[in-house]
């Protein structure tokens, strides 16, 4: 069942690639680029006629836009783009006009056209840059701005705004709009995450094109006329789908705002990391918004052999966690069989290098085949492949937590742990996924497995019972929230949310990511990876490298999947590793 | 580097007439009208335009002024003010001008009275008065909270009411403001 919901689970990679196609060539002011005739339409994949905007993008020159948005279909309302261009003059034998000094002539159209939607020739001069367009550029922001509330002080967009962009840019510093501006309903609920604001809205229909195109649910739109016409949902319908908030990142302005991030903190101050979303194997790219160390959001980044420019609104709110109160924020040991065990008496507060000496101490000593290990499927690659090396030195019996709900046709995958594939390579799953609980759990039972080893899960959940827990000799566990398994635990150890260390996903396609740190861990949190570590170099007594960098090139040359990848060549947007 | 050590002349070694020179000032002084003033019994009269600590303000109907927008929290150059924003409820019964900060701290230890905050902000909230020397009995204390701000203040003679005005031609038209 899995297989199959995860095969329907379209992204844009599974997308045909249309065949090369034929390239032209053309001058974005004065400098000369070739651009193929073509261009795959964002949505259907249908081959396009490559649009000027489309030619100065190749050429590194951004013509500003409102409403032409690169992965969804033009729409070609704003005007913002407007751009002059000259063709090749075509003399009356129907060849081109050359100059007396041997430059082909060009004829300069007579007036501007918008550079979204216009598709370019062979020999096309474009300029961006003229008087002319710098005044219809002036002209279009002024309409725009007459009936703009100018509320910046009290507008979550304030700070990463294409309307305040661009009229520092090319706009006018005054108004001379002396009449009453058009009043439209604000702080509307479009739907369970979105509030809208109309009077901020510029019409440039980049939402409703997302939702019906990307999200494939119509379910926004605009009513009346002229200055008065307004977004709304249709009558009787939330706009309550998946990738909702998708349109507030799209929104040019203000007038999309997310319910959970509204009025929380100005953009200006949030630090933007590198990151990827752990909700489900997809592994959307995203950057993660913090202030001194606290989340306050997670933004799609666009990767386009993965999540494009998007990411599903359940993956986006899922970070509240790394901020609750009740964090694992200290080492503990609980004193085993004896002594005040059923209250679970501490003693004085552990260290970490005392905690790790005991744990190797106690794991060298045990005899093979007593040491089960239970991992997580949200752990790292590095974190599972050393874990996946202190089994085989411990002979240790290992499998991982399949993590299933339902999935839909774009993004969210039913797969809901962002490392399935990852706990699969580096061999601590089991094939299936969780067939080995059943053993583990036997095994207590029977008395044979005597220690336990649990890594971000909670063992009482997959069918490794309370009362099996309390008959193990050893119970460690590390986990970032607290549980029923840490409760147990001999030995805690307080681990790391993603963003809060660095590290490596593979996702449901093999494709090889890293994400970076955001913020600092809480109290004697470490990243699991680091004591990981250190236990395997105790129990093996070799030396090793206590880097991420070093541990993930060295997982590269030990697990075949991985070969010939470094966490350098990684870059930003991963590698497809061969699976 | 080696810098020789300048010989003094007679003239300077002889001491008394540099003393005499100091003495002349001195005296001259003692018969001048007094600046010294008694401090704290006697206090100087601010001049109009002094810029001394920021406090917040109302408007004349009571309101906060400041609608959280955390300019002046960015642009003050040692740090001194944190703002919280209110969240996703904004301010019940803000009507149109939805947001205000849920509290407001300028830290006085830190503030140089440099104005930056009272320059920066868009809805007139925030002004340097006249008080230049505060006092406190900790580190604690010298942190000004929203209400002591406000509570220093005082109210703001504003003469724009632009949240009010955009309220009224809202309903004029028909639409909730
Ligand atoms: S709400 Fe934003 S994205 Fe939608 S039409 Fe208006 S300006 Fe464009
Ligand atoms: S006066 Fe200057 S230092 Fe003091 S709070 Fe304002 S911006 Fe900061
Ligand atoms: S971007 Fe071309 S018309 Fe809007």
């Known amino acids: 069942m899995l297989t199959e919901t995860m095969s329907t689970a379209a992204t844009i990679e599974t997308k045909p690639q249309p065949p090369p196609a034929e390239k032209i060539k053309v001058k974005v002011d004065g400098k000369e680029v070739a651009v193929p005739k073509t261009t795959p339409d964002p949505v259907t994949g249908k081959p396009l006629p490559t649009s000027m905007i489309q030619a100065c993008a190749a050429a590194n020159v951004i013509v500003p836009h409102y409403c032409y948005h690169p992965k969804l279909p033009v729409a070609g309302s704003c005007r913002m783009c407007l751009v002059e261009f000259g063709t090749p003059a075509i003399g009356p034998d129907r060849k081109p006009i050359v100059n007396p000094d041997g430059t082909t002539k060009i004829s300069r159209a007579l007036r501007p056209v918008i550079a979204c939607a216009t598709p370019v020739s062979p020999g096309m001069e474009i300029y961006t840059n003229t008087p002319a367009v710098r005044l219809m550029r002036e002209g279009v922001l002024e309409f725009l701005l007459i009936n703009h509330p100018l509320d910046c002080p009290i507008c979550d967009q304030a700070g990463e705004c294409k309307l305040q962009e661009y009229s520092v840019d090319y706009g006018n510093s005054e108004s001379r709009f002396v009449e009453a501006k058009v009043h439209k309903p604000k702080r509307v609920e479009l739907g369970p995450r979105i509030v809208l604001d109309d009077e901020r809205c510029i019409l440039c229909s980049r939402c409703i094109r997302f939702t019906r195109d990307v999200a494939g649910d119509d379910a926004l739109g605009f009513v009346n006329r002229g200055s008065h016409s307004t977004l709304t949902a249709y009558p009787g319908r939330a706009f309550d789908n998946n990738y909702t908030l998708n349109t507030v990142d799209i929104c040019p302005v203000g007038a999309l705002t997310s319910k959970d991030f509204r009025f929380r903190m100005r953009v200006w101050f949030l630090k933007e990391t590198r990151s990827l979303c752990t909700s489900c194997a997809t592994g959307c790219n995203i950057v993660i918004g913090s202030r001194e160390d606290a989340i306050y959001r997670y933004e799609p980044r666009e990767n386009d052999a993965v999540n494009s420019c998007w990411m599903c609104d359940h993956g986006r709110l899922n970070y509240k966690w790394i901020g609750r109160e009740d964090r694992l924020v200290e080492v503990r040991k609980r004193e085993a069989e004896g002594r005040g065990q059923a209250s679970g008496s501490r003693s004085a507060a552990p260290t970490w290098s005392a905690v790790l000496g005991e744990i190797s101490q106690k794991l060298k000593a045990a005899e093979p085949g007593s040491i089960a290990i239970v991992a997580s499927a949200r752990q790292t690659n590095e974190e599972l492949h050393l874990l996946a090396k202190l089994a085989k030195r411990l002979g240790a019996l290992t499998d991982s937590v399949p993590r299933i709900a339902a999935g839909d046709k774009l993004l969210l995958n039913a797969d809901r742990n962002p490392n399935s594939t990852g706990a699969r390579l580096t061999g601590i799953a089991a094939d299936p996924m969780g067939s080995n609980l059943p053993a583990i759990a036997g095994g207590i039972r029977s008395g044979r497995i005597k220690t336990l080893i649990v890594f971000g899960e909670d063992a009482t959940k997959c069918g490794i019972d309370a009362d099996l827990l309390d008959k193990l000799e050893l119970l460690i566990a590390s986990d970032i929230l607290p549980n029923a398994t840490t409760r147990r635990a001999h030995y805690l150890l307080p681990g790391c949310a993603h963003a809060e260390k660095r590290g490596t996903f593979t996702n449901t396609k093999g494709r090889v990511q890293k994400f970076l740190k955001a913020v600092e861990p809480r109290g004697d949190a470490r990243p699991e990876w680091e004591y990981l570590h250190e236990l395997l170099v105790n129990v093996t007594s070799r030396d090793g490298i206590a880097s991420i960098e070093g541990v993930f090139n060295e997982m590269a040359k030990e697990v075949p999947a991985f070969s010939g990848l470094t966490w350098a060549t990684l870059g930003d947007t991963g590698i497809s590793a061969k699976i | ?177």
């Open chain 2, 1 to 177: 580097m080696i810098i020789k050590r300048k010989k003094l002349s007679l003239w300077e070694r002889l001491y008394l007439p540099a003393m005499l020179g100091g003495f002349k000032v001195t005296v001259r002084h003692f018969f001048k009208k007094k600046v010294t003033m008694q401090y704290p019994e006697e206090r100087w009269v601010v001049p109009e335009g002094y810029r001394g600590a920021p406090y917040l303000v109302k408007d004349q109907e009571g309101r906060t002024k400041c609608v959280s927008c955390q300019l002046c929290e960015f642009v003050c150059p040692p740090k001194a003010i944190r703002i919280t924003p209110p969240g996703p409820t904004g301010v019940p019964g803000a009507g149109n001008v939805e947001k205000a900060p849920a509290e407001f701290e300028i830290n006085m230890l830190r503030c140089i009275f440099c104005g930056f905050c009272q320059e920066v902000c868009p809805e007139e909230a925030i002004f340097l008065m006249q008080d230049y020397s505060l006092t406190g009995t900790g580190r604690d204390g010298m942190i000004y909270d929203k209400d002591k701000l406000l509570a220093l203040g005082g109210v703001h003679n504003d003469q724009t009411r632009k949240w009010n005005r955009k309220a009224e031609e809202a309903r004029a038209q028909g639409v909730k403001p």
